[in-house]
C-alpha cells in the first residue's frame, strides 16, 4: 500500500475513535440519567447500566469482526481494552481529581474479585477449546458456541448478584428532576447506531494496517482497537469521579471488563460459529491483565483509596506493557508472542 493509503487509514481511525467518543457521550449520558431515574443504586449504575453502556464499543467491534472474518481483531480489543481500563482509568481518574478516589469494600470485595473470577472463567474457556477442539499443531483451540456459552451463564450469575442488590436498595431524592425517559431513550439508540457505525470503518483500517505492515491482527486489537474503544470509559470514568461519584467511576472501570470479557467475546463467538484462539498468544496477554487487575485491587484495598502516587503507578505499567508489545513487534528482546 502507498503513503497515502496508510495516511487515509490513520485518518479513518482519528475520525472513527472522534466519532466513537461521540456517540459513547450520548449513550453513556443518557444510560446514567435513566439509571437515576429509575432509581438504581449508585454502585448498579455503575456496574450494570452505564459499564454496559460504556462497553457498547468493544462489542460493536467484536460483531463487527467477527462477520467480517477478522474475529481476532475484536478479540484482542477486549484484552487490550481490559488493560487499559484498569489502569489506564483509574489513573486518569486520580490525577484528574482534587481528592484521592474514594472505594469501599462492596466494591473491593464484590465487583473487584467477581471481575477476577470473569478474567480466570474466559481463560479456562479458551485452555477447554485447545484441550477438547484442537487446530493446527501449536497451542491453537477452536471456540465453539457450547463453549462460549459458558462465560455467559456466569455473566448471568453477576446481573443475579446485581439484581438483588437493586432489589434491597431504598431511592433516595438525589436523583434528576425533570428527566424524560423516552427522549433519553432517544439519545441512547442515537449514541449506538453512531457507535456501529464508527466501528465499522475502525476495523476495516486496522484491519488494512495489518496488512501493509506485517502485524497481527490480535496485537492490532490490544493496542489500537482497544485504545479507541476505550474512550469512552475514561471519559464516563473521568466524569464521576470529577462529579464527587468515585463508587460508580471504579464499578464502571470493573463493570464494563466484565461484560467485555464475559459477553462481548461470547457473542462474537456465537454469531460466527466458532473461532480459533492461539492459546500462546493469550497467555501471555492475560498474565499481563492478570498482574494489572492485582494492582488495582491492592491500591483499592490499601486505605479504601486510590492516592496520586497510586495512580503513577498503575499509569506506569500501563507504558512498561505498551514499550513491551512494540519491542516484540519489532522482534527486540524476549520472544513471548507468537508470529511477531
Same mark, same amino acid.
Given at each position: 500500500m502507498s503513503t497515502g493509503g496508510v495516511l487515509a487509514d490513520i485518518a479513518i481511525i482519528a475520525l472513527a475513535s472522534g466519532v466513537i467518543w461521540l456517540g459513547s457521550?450520548?449513550?453513556?449520558?443518557?444510560?446514567?440519567?435513566?439509571?437515576?431515574?429509575?432509581?438504581?443504586?449508585?454502585?448498579v449504575q455503575g456496574a450494570i447500566v452505564v459499564a454496559v453502556g460504556s462497553s457498547m464499543p468493544e462489542l460493536a467491534t467484536v460483531?463487527?469482526?467477527?462477520?467480517?472474518?477478522?474475529?481476532?481483531?475484536? $478479540?484482542?480489543?477486549? !484484552?487490550?481494552?481490559a488493560i487499559f481500563n484498569v489502569l489506564v482509568i483509574p489513573g486518569l481518574a486520580g490525577l484528574l481529581t482534587d481528592d484521592p478516589i474514594e472505594s469501599n469494600r462492596t466494591l473491593v470485595y464484590k465487583e473487584a474479585q467477581f471481575y477476577m473470577l470473569a478474567v480466570s472463567a474466559l481463560l479456562i474457556t479458551f485452555a477447554l477449546g485447545v484441550i477438547y477442539y484442537p487446530a493446527g499443531d501449536g497451542l491453537e483451540g477452536t471456540i465453539t458456541r457450547p463453549l462460549a456459552l459458558l462465560p455467559l451463564a456466569l455473566y448471568g450469575l453477576y446481573v443475579?448478584?446485581?439484581?438483588?442488590?437493586?432489589?434491597?436498595?431504598?431511592?433516595?431524592?438525589?436523583?434528576?428532576?425533570?428527566?424524560?425517559?423516552?427522549r433519553q431513550w432517544g439519545w441512547l439508540g442515537a449514541g449506538l447506531l453512531a457507535i456501529?457505525?464508527? $466501528?465499522?470503518?475502525? !476495523?476495516?483500517?486496522v484491519s488494512s494496517l495489518g496488512v501493509t505492515f506485517g502485524v497481527p491482527e490480535f496485537l492490532l486489537g490490544v493496542t489500537i482497537v482497544a485504545g479507541a474503544t476505550s474512550l469512552p470509559d475514561s471519559l464516563v470514568s473521568v466524569r464521576a469521579a470529577r462529579a464527587n461519584r468515585p463508587v460508580a467511576s471504579l464499578a464502571n472501570v470493573l463493570g464494563s471488563n466484565t461484560f467485555d470479557l464475559l459477553v462481548a467475546i461470547p457473542v462474537g463467538v456465537l454469531l460466527v460459529g466458532e473461532e480459533t484462539i492461539d492459546f500462546a498468544m493469550a497467555v501471555p496477554m492475560f498474565g499481563v491483565l492478570t498482574v494489572a487487575t492485582i494492582a488495582l485491587f491492592t491500591v483499592l484495598r490499601t486505605d479504601l483509596s486510590l492516592s496520586d502516587r497510586e495512580a503513577i503507578g498503575l499509569l506506569g505499567i500501563y507504558v512498561l506493557f505498551?514499550?513491551?508489545?512494540?519491542?516484540?513487534?519489532?522482534?527486540?528482546?524476549i520472544d513471548l508472542l507468537p508470529n511477531t
Amino acid at each position: 500500500m502507498s503513503t497515502g493509503g496508510v495516511l487515509a487509514d490513520i485518518a479513518i481511525i482519528a475520525l472513527a475513535s472522534g466519532v466513537i467518543w461521540l456517540g459513547s457521550g450520548w449513550l453513556e449520558q443518557a444510560s446514567d440519567r435513566l439509571a437515576a431515574y429509575y432509581g438504581l443504586p449508585q454502585v448498579v449504575q455503575g456496574a450494570i447500566v452505564v459499564a454496559v453502556g460504556s462497553s457498547m464499543p468493544e462489542l460493536a467491534t467484536v460483531v463487527i469482526a467477527g462477520l467480517s472474518g477478522s474475529l481476532a481483531i475484536g $478479540v484482542g480489543g477486549i !484484552v487490550g481494552s481490559a488493560i487499559f481500563n484498569v489502569l489506564v482509568i483509574p489513573g486518569l481518574a486520580g490525577l484528574l481529581t482534587d481528592d484521592p478516589i474514594e472505594s469501599n469494600r462492596t466494591l473491593v470485595y464484590k465487583e473487584a474479585q467477581f471481575y477476577m473470577l470473569a478474567v480466570s472463567a474466559l481463560l479456562i474457556t479458551f485452555a477447554l477449546g485447545v484441550i477438547y477442539y484442537p487446530a493446527g499443531d501449536g497451542l491453537e483451540g477452536t471456540i465453539t458456541r457450547p463453549l462460549a456459552l459458558l462465560p455467559l451463564a456466569l455473566y448471568g450469575l453477576y446481573v443475579f448478584i446485581q439484581y438483588q442488590d437493586t432489589a434491597d436498595h431504598v431511592p433516595g431524592e438525589d436523583g434528576p428532576v425533570n428527566v424524560d425517559p423516552k427522549r433519553q431513550w432517544g439519545w441512547l439508540g442515537a449514541g449506538l447506531l453512531a457507535i456501529v457505525g464508527a $466501528v465499522h470503518f475502525l !476495523v476495516e483500517a486496522v484491519s488494512s494496517l495489518g496488512v501493509t505492515f506485517g502485524v497481527p491482527e490480535f496485537l492490532l486489537g490490544v493496542t489500537i482497537v482497544a485504545g479507541a474503544t476505550s474512550l469512552p470509559d475514561s471519559l464516563v470514568s473521568v466524569r464521576a469521579a470529577r462529579a464527587n461519584r468515585p463508587v460508580a467511576s471504579l464499578a464502571n472501570v470493573l463493570g464494563s471488563n466484565t461484560f467485555d470479557l464475559l459477553v462481548a467475546i461470547p457473542v462474537g463467538v456465537l454469531l460466527v460459529g466458532e473461532e480459533t484462539i492461539d492459546f500462546a498468544m493469550a497467555v501471555p496477554m492475560f498474565g499481563v491483565l492478570t498482574v494489572a487487575t492485582i494492582a488495582l485491587f491492592t491500591v483499592l484495598r490499601t486505605d479504601l483509596s486510590l492516592s496520586d502516587r497510586e495512580a503513577i503507578g498503575l499509569l506506569g505499567i500501563y507504558v512498561l506493557f505498551v514499550g513491551w508489545v512494540i519491542l516484540e513487534t519489532l522482534d527486540v528482546g524476549i520472544d513471548l508472542l507468537p508470529n511477531t
